[in-house]
C-alpha cells in the first residue's frame, strides 16, 4: 500500500467502480480500497441468505428458501434504461462481456387502488383501462407529436417552444386529462413529483424518448436487469479497472484521509501505512464531515414464493404508484426480480418498495404498496439518509459521490459520474482511450 | 458464458461437428506464470519479462476434438487475486480453471491448494479444474516434488500436469486435456453455468423495434 497513486478510490459502490474504471483508462495509476471484504458496497447483492437475513438481525432462514447460494439479493432496488447511460458505458468500455441481462416483463402503474399495464404500443393503448375512448385518441397524438419531435427541426414543434413553454402548457395544447398527464409524468417520464409540469418541455420529452427508444431495443419493457444482480455491475467495471492496472484491496479499513497545505489530499492512511495520492474519489460514507443529508429513503425487501397479483405471473416487473394518488409528494416504486435471474432459489421472487421518506412513519407510508403483492415470507425494512457532498474537491481534490436516490433506473447515477469525472479530471471522458485489443474477441 | 452448441463451420468448408464454448477462468499467487500460460496458449509467444497483467484479460481459443471444436473464453485475474481481492463474478459459471503454482516456489504451492478449496466452495459443483505446476524449465531449482503435486491432484479428482511457458511443454496438452474432460451436450450446463440472459451490443434492437410503441 506504502506507494504513491495518482488517485485513490475508496469504496467500491457502483460510482466509484465506474470511475475507478475510467481513471485507469485514462492512464491514471488507481489505487481501489474497500473497507468491507465484499464488493459494491451499498450496491452490493447480497449472497448466501443468511448473509442477508443476520444483516438484518433476523433468524437464519428455514429450508423452504431453498440453497443460501442460489440468492443475490439487491440492497437498492434498481433497472437499466434499455438504452440509457448505462448501457451505453457498458458498451463502451466492453464491461458488457462480463455481463448478461434479461428484459423486465412490464411495467404497471397504480390508478385508484388497481394496477394497469402501461401500455407500450398503439394496440395496448387502445386496450388499456387507464384511459376512455376519446383521451385513447388525445394521448395517441401526444405520443406520435413526441416521437416525431426533432430538436433541430424546427418544423416538427408544430408551433410549440418546448424550449420556453413548460410542460403543463403541452399537455394543454394535446387536451390531455390529469390523469393521463400523471401516468405519462411518472410512468413514462419517470418523475417523481410534479415540480416537471412548470419547467421547459424539452427535458420531459426527451425523457419519454428515452422510454420509447428503451422499449424499441427489446420490446417488453425498457428496463433491463442484470443476471446474478445488480452486484455485478460494480464488478465489472472493477475488472475494466484492473484490467488497465488498478490495484484493488478489499477488506481494508480506512482510518484518515490526510490533508496536506491549504486543506488538499495527500494520501491515505490505514493502521500504519499511507498511501500517497494526487486525489481521492470516494462515497459519502468515508467522509461523513463533508457530506450534509438530503433526505432519507425508505427500503423494503420482500421475499415471496409468488408472482404479483394481477401482473399476469411476470417474473420481472415494475410497478409505479404516482404520489397524487396517495396523496403524497413522491412516488412509490415496486421492483420485482425473481429466480430467474439467478437472484433466488426456483419458485421465489424478490420484491423491492422504495420511496422518498415524507413522515416519521415511513413503513406507513409504503403500506399500500406492500398491500399489492399478496402475501409476503419475509420483509426486511431499511431506512437511509441520502446524501450530497458539501464540497465539489475542486480545493480539497476529494471528489464524493451523492448517495443512491430513489429513482427507479441509474440514469442519474451515471451523470453524477461523468459530473465527477469532469470535476477530477478536467475534461470529458474519452471513450476512444479504451483500447480495441482489451477483448480481443475472435468474430 | 453459455455452454452454447451449434454447427460448426469448418475451415476447410465442411459443415459438421459442433462448437461448445467454456469459460475458463486461472488462479494462482501472482508472478506464478497466469498470464504466460494464456499468452503461449493463444498466441504461441512467451515473454521473459511479462509485465503483471494490464489490458488483454479476456482472451479465446479454440482447440479442435474429433468432431468438436472446443472455444475457451479465457478470464484472466487482471492482477485482483495480488491482495485476494477476485471478485464473485470471475468464478461465476466458470466451466473450467486451472490453477497454477511455480514448481520453484513452495509458497505458491500451499496457495494453489486453497485456490482449489475456494473453486469447490465458491463454483459451479462440476467445473474442471486442472493443476499446472509452471516453470517446469526450472526444474534445477525445484521446491515443489512432482510426486507431491500429484497426489494432490488425485485426492481432489484435479487433472495436473508440470508445464513450461517458456518452452511451452504441456501448455496445449494441459488444454487439451481439460477440453477432453468437458461434457459436450447441451444438457450439462450446471446450475452455476449458463445465466441464460443476453449480452449487451451496439445497435441491438432485438428486432422487435417495428411495431412498438409510439410510432
Known amino acids: 500500500m506504502d506507494e504513491e497513486y495518482d488517485a485513490i478510490v475508496l469504496g467500491t459502490g457502483l460510482k466509484e467502480c465506474i470511475l475507478s474504471g475510467m481513471l485507469s483508462v485514462s492512464g491514471k495509476k488507481v489505487l481501489h480500497v474497500d473497507r468491507n471484504k465484499y464488493y459494491g458496497g451499498e450496491s452490493a447483492s447480497i449472497c448466501p441468505l443468511d448473509e442477508l437475513f443476520s444483516k438484518f438481525g433476523a433468524p437464519p432462514p428455514d429450508e423452504s428458501y431453498g440453497r443460501g447460494r442460489d440468492w443475490n439479493v439487491d440492497l437498492i432496488p434498481k433497472f437499466l434504461m434499455a438504452n440509457g447511460q448505462l448501457v451505453k458505458l457498458l458498451i463502451h468500455t466492453g464491461v458488457t462481456r462480463y455481463l448478461e441481462f434479461k428484459s423486465v416483463e412490464g411495467s404497471y402503474v397504480y390508478k385508484g387502488g388497481k394496477i394497469s399495464k402501461v401500455p407500450v404500443d398503439q394496440k395496448e393503448a387502445l386496450a388499456s383501462d387507464l384511459m376512455g375512448m376519446f383521451e385513447k385518441r388525445r394521448f395517441r397524438n401526444f405520443l406520435v407529436y413526441v416521437q416525431d419531435y426533432a430538436e433541430q427541426d424546427p418544423r416538427s414543434w408544430k408551433e410549440f417552444d418546448a424550449q420556453n413553454q413548460t410542460m403543463q402548457e403541452l399537455y394543454e395544447k394535446f387536451g390531455l386529462d390529469k390523469n393521463t398527464q400523471d401516468f405519462t409524468g411518472h410512468a413514462l417520464a419517470l418523475y417523481r413529483d410534479d415540480d416537471y409540469l412548470q419547467t421547459a418541455a424539452i427535458t420531459t420529452i426527451r425523457r419519454i424518448k428515452l422510454y420509447s427508444d428503451s422499449l424499441a431495443r427489446y420490446g417488453k419493457s425498457p428496463y433491463l436487469y442484470p443476471m446474478y444482480g445488480l452486484g455485478e455491475l460494480p464488478q465489472g467495471f472493477a475488472r475494466l479497472s484492473a484490467i488497465y492496472g488498478g490495484t484493488y484491496m478489499l477488506d481494508k479499513p480506512i482510518d484518515e484521509i490526510v490533508l496536506g497545505e491549504g486543506g488538499r489530499v495527500v494520501g491515505v492512511r490505514s493502521g500504519n501505512e499511507v498511501a500517497k495520492c494526487k486525489q481521492v474519489y470516494c462515497d459519502p460514507s468515508y467522509v461523513p464531515e463533508k457530506v450534509h443529508k438530503k433526505g432519507r429513503v425508505v427500503r423494503c425487501i420482500c421475499l415471496l414464493d409468488h408472482p404479483i397479483p394481477n401482473t399476469r405471473d411476470a417474473l420481472s416487473t415494475q410497478i409505479i404508484i404516482p404520489q397524487k394518488q396517495l396523496c403524497r409528494n413522491s412516488d412509490i416504486y415496486i421492483s420485482v426480480v425473481s429466480f430467474t435471474h439467478q437472484v433466488a432459489a426456483k419458485g421465489w421472487f424478490v420484491a423491492m418498495v422504495s420511496t422518498a421518506v415524507e413522515t416519521d412513519e415511513p413503513e406507513m407510508e409504503i403500506r399500500p404498496a406492500l398491500d399489492l403483492l399478496g402475501p409476503i415470507k419475509q420483509k426486511f425494512v431499511s431506512v437511509s439518509d441520502y446524501f450530497v457532498p458539501t464540497d465539489n474537491g475542486l480545493e480539497s481534490q476529494i471528489f464524493i459521490s451523492e448517495s443512491f436516490d430513489a429513482t427507479t433506473h441509474f440514469e442519474t447515477t451515471c451523470l453524477d459520474v461523468l459530473d465527477i469525472f469532469k470535476r477530477g479530471t478536467g475534461e470529458e471522458f474519452d471513450f476512444s482511450k479504451i483500447k480495441h485489443e482489451l477483448g480481443e474477441e475472435e468474430q | ?215
Open chain 2, 1 to 215: 458464458m453459455a455452454n452454447r452448441t451449434s454447427a460448426a463451420q469448418r475451415p476447410n468448408g465442411s459443415t459438421q461437428g459442433k462448437i461448445c464454448q467454456f469459460k475458463l477462468v486461472l488462479l494462482g499467487e501472482s508472478a506464478v506464470g497466469k498470464s504466460s500460460l494464456v499468452l503461449r496458449f493463444v498466441k504461441g509467444q512467451f515473454h521473459e519479462y511479462q509485465e503483471s497483467t494490464i489490458g488483454a484479460a479476456f482472451l479465446t481459443q479454440t482447440v479442435c476434438l474429433d468432431d468438436t471444436t472446443v472455444k475457451f473464453e479465457i478470464w484472466d485475474t487482471a492482477g485482483q487475486e495480488r491482495y485476494h481481492s477476485l471478485a464473485p463474478m470471475y468464478y461465476r459459471g466458470a466451466q473450467a480453471a486451472i490453477v497454477v503454482y511455480d514448481i520453484t516456489n513452495q509458497d505458491t504451492f500451499a496457495r494453489a491448494k486453497t485456490w482449489v478449496k475456494e473453486l469447490q466452495r465458491q463454483a459451479s459443483p462440476n467445473i474442471v479444474i486442472a493443476l499446472a505446476g509452471n516453470k517446469q524449465d526450472l526444474a534445477n531449482k525445484r521446491m515443489v516434488e512432482y510426486e507431491e503435486a500429484q497426489a494432490h491432484a488425485e485426492e481432489n479428482g484435479l487433472l495436473f500436469m508440470e508445464t513450461s511457458a517458456k518452452t511451452a511443454m504441456n501448455v496445449n496438452d494441459i488444454f487439451l486435456a481439460i477440453a477432453k474432460k468437458l461434457p459436450k451436450n447441451e444438457q450439462t450446463t450446471g446450475p452455476g453455468g449458463s445465466g441464460q440472459g443476453r449480452r449487451l451490443v451496439e445497435g441491438d434492437s432485438g428486432a422487435k423495434a417495428a411495431g412498438n410503441c409510439c410510432k
